[in-house]
């Protein structure tokens, strides 16, 4: 069965500093699908990024990129230029790639963005 | 686009009482899922439905039943509600493309359920 574990409960950062967040999973596939998601207070689930394990290369959107090292199965995100909208609980996410589409969640990470 | 509807957004029950929680997704997606989310757990699978007609326990099944009545919609019973399913309930659904460009999963705004 899949995992998907975040050690960091908290995180704070200055605006505009960078930080990093930590995921690590656990699976015996090959390929499948990484995710990660943002909730702020308003309870919506708003997609951040997405990582196919087949493809190497980072992906980035804007201020967001991860770290994929699959070898080590880890996929941290990174935040650049941090603003107060990006004070949220961030979660990461499993999807593997067969037809049972199952997606499994970290326990997230509340980070907390101060002038 | 109104995506993924969940309803009710509030409900209240009191222990024993029974309720079903409604979704439906207007993408046309194959697979649909029913999550709850407690403080410091994060999202817990509770069931999922990879396509219709079919549905797969998931980490927390215990306590519930699923339907998938058709391929819009996946409904979640609580036949028997406890105190312990007080949570906050969401429902989702997902469609893998080619790649993982628009392969997401897309929420509803979710349920908050209290069980006194």
């Known amino acids: 069965a899949q995992t998907v574990t975040q050690s960091q409960p908290e995180m704070s950062v200055q605006e505009a500093e960078t930080v990093t967040l930590s995921c690590t999973y656990d699976?015996?596939?090959?390929?499948?699908?990484l995710f990660w998601y943002k909730q702020p207070p308003s309870r919506q689930m708003i997609l951040v990024i997405r990582?196919?394990?087949?493809?190497?290369q980072n992906a980035t959107e804007n201020r967001f990129s991860v770290n994929f090292q699959k070898a080590a199965k880890s996929f941290s995100l990174k935040i650049s230029d941090s603003q107060l909208g990006d004070t949220a609980m961030y979660f990461c996410?499993?999807?593997?790639?067969?037809?049972?589409?199952?997606?499994?969640f970290g326990t997230g990470t509340r980070l907390q963005v101060t002038l | 686009n109104a995506g993924v509807t969940q309803t009710p957004k509030f409900q209240v029950l009191k222990t024993g009482q029974s309720m079903t929680l409604q979704c439906a997704q207007d993408?046309?997606?194959?697979?649909m899922y029913w999550y709850r989310q407690d403080p410091g757990m994060g999202l817990r699978l509770i069931y999922y439905?990879?396509?219709?007609?079919?549905?797969d326990k998931g980490e927390v099944p215990n306590g519930y039943n699923v339907s998938r009545l058709n391929k819009r919609e996946f409904s979640l019973r609580l036949e028997s509600a406890a105190p312990s399913q007080t949570s906050v309930y969401f429902c989702?659904?997902?469609?893998?493309?080619?790649?993982?460009?628009?392969?997401?999963?897309?929420f509803g705004q979710g349920t908050r359920l209290t069980v006194v």
């Open positions: 989702a659904s997902s469609e893998k493309r080619q790649g993982v460009l628009g392969t997401e999963a897309f």
């Open positions: 993408m046309n997606h194959n697979s």
């Open positions: 439905s990879a396509s219709e007609g079919t549905t």
């Open positions: 990582q196919e394990a087949y493809k190497q």
């Open positions: 699976t015996s596939e090959s390929n499948y699908y």
């Open positions: 996410a499993f999807m593997n790639t067969g037809t049972a589409s199952k997606l499994t």
